[in-house]
């Protein structure tokens, strides 16, 4: 009698790779291959590779931290470009602390910013895509002015400031300096 196969989504595999960086700020393939009672080419079928399901797991923690942070600073009543930089400030405070990410950035360094920063993982993507929403509906609200440089551009240069700040040691033995990238912040969003 042939064994059952089992069957998985990629919102299954997301969500227990999801729990398991959590749990470990890890992402061993043959856990999550455990957790589910998959093989590792079902695994790998479904999600395509390991950068890419660790690159859908921290966007989608990156993505409700700042949909958490954009909420909180405009419930303390922020809005137009302050709203922007108390997000950005909630959103870099919220990652630094969040041990998952900072136990991946120090164990595995080298995976932790590939995937952070290339099409291997399409986090950097997906945050400068983020910060261009955020900047479009600031515009069309009337809470934002006219951008220096176009909306896109502004929103990859407001990210690799949070990059900077979050992952500037890493990167290239840099102590993140939270006025400076404020100011920069203030100077990409034309507010002074």
């Known amino acids: 009698m042939p064994s059952a196969r089992r069957v998985i989504d990629h ?6 790779a999801r729990r398991r960086f959590v749990a470990t700020g890890g992402l061993p393939m043959d856990e999550v ?3 589910l009672n998959v093989s590792r080419a079902t695994l790998y079928r479904v999600v395509g590779s ?11 923690l990156a993505r409700r931290t700042l949909d958490m942070a954009v909420h909180e600073t405009r419930g303390a009543g ?13 959103f870099e405070r919220a990652v630094a602390r969040f041990a998952p990410v900072q136990r991946l ?9 590939r995937v952070l920063f290339t099409g291997s993982g ?14 479009r509906e600031a515009r069309r609200s009337g809470e934002l002015a006219e951008l220096p440089f176009g909306v896109d551009e502004s929103a990859y240069a407001l990210v690799r400031v949070g990059e900077s700040m979050l992952y500037g040691d ?5 102590v993140p300096d939270g006025e400076l990238a404020e100011r920069l912040r203030r100077t990409i969003l034309c507010a002074g």
């Open 50 to 60: 390991r950068d890419l399901l660790l690159g859908d797991v921290l966007w989608q």
């Open 122 to 135: 399409r986090v950097h993507e997906r945050m400068v895509d983020a910060w261009a929403g955020l900047l």
């Open 170 to 174: 890493l990167l290239a033995g840099v």
């Open 11 to 16: 919102d299954t595999a997301l969500t227990a």
């Open 78 to 90: 922020a809005s137009g470009v302050e709203l922007l930089l108390g997000t950005a400030d909630r």
């Open 33 to 35: 291959c455990r957790d």
């Open 105 to 113: 950035l120090r164990e595995e360094p080298v995976d932790a910013l």
